[in-house]
T-cell receptor, first 114, second 113 residues
């Protein structure tokens, strides 16, 4: 059974710092991996989607990497801002089945202090 | 603007009552999903629908029911059989079942009083 773990559960950094969020999964047979952002009491916003054949994806100050063989993904946030404060979740999709098979981690709650 | 609308944002239910959470999308997406989120937990799939008039149970379907009579609408009923319904409920959609989930609603927080 696929399990997704995100460490740390919470992270607090000063504004301007570069930071890395970690996501690990137990079964390397995945179709893709997705990073989401969730603001308190809100829904999820998709940030980056990495297909299993890709190594990384970039969007603005965000860079996500994928190492399938080791079952790891990282989300790198450059020059963090207070507006980046949110919970970040990763989710993996297995090769069989569609989006209904997404397995989510519990998230990392990020606080960026001014 | 296209998107997913969930209503109400907050809902209170007395024990023994059924309540229905609304989810409407104007994105012309075929696939729709209901997730439950508990504090400090990942999302868990309740039900999903890949096409109108068809839906499938997810990982935690017991105590819930859904319908998909229209492409745009996928309401979730939390029945009295759900033993611990207090949670944050999220509706989502994707263009088709094979596409990564792209859009989420803003959620409904259900509290049993």
């Amino acid at each position: 059974k696929q399990e997704v773990t995100q460490i740390p559960a919470a992270l607090s950094v000063p504004e301007g710092e570069n930071l890395v969020l970690n996501c690990s999964f137990t079964d390397s047979a995945i179709y893709n991996l997705q990073w989401f952002r969730q603001d308190p009491g809100k829904g999820l916003t998709s940030l980056l989607l990495i297909q299993s054949s890709q190594r990384e994806q970039t969007s603005g100050r965000l860079n996500a990497s994928l190492d399938k063989s080791s079952g790891r993904s990282t989300l790198y946030i450059a020059a963090s801002q207070p507006g980046d404060s949110a919970t970040y979740l990763c989710a993996v999709r297995p090769p069989q089945g569609g989006s209904e098979k997404l397995v989510f981690g519990k998230g990392t709650k990020l606080t960026v202090n001014p | 603007d296209g998107g997913i609308t969930q209503s109400p944002k907050y809902l209170f239910r007395k024990e023994g009552q059924n309540v229905t959470l609304s989810c409407e999308q104007n994105l012309n997406h075929d696939a729709m999903y209901w997730y439950r989120q508990d504090p400090g937990q990942g999302l868990r799939l309740i039900y999903y629908s890949q096409i109108v008039n068809d839906f499938q149970k997810g990982d935690i379907a017991e105590g819930y029911s859904v319908s998909r009579e229209k492409k745009e609408s996928f309401p979730l009923t939390v029945t009295s059989a759900q033993k611990n319904p207090t949670a944050f409920y999220l509706c989502a959609s994707s263009i088709d079942p094979g596409t990564a989930v792209a859009f989420f609603g803003q959620g409904t927080r259900l509290t049993v009083v």
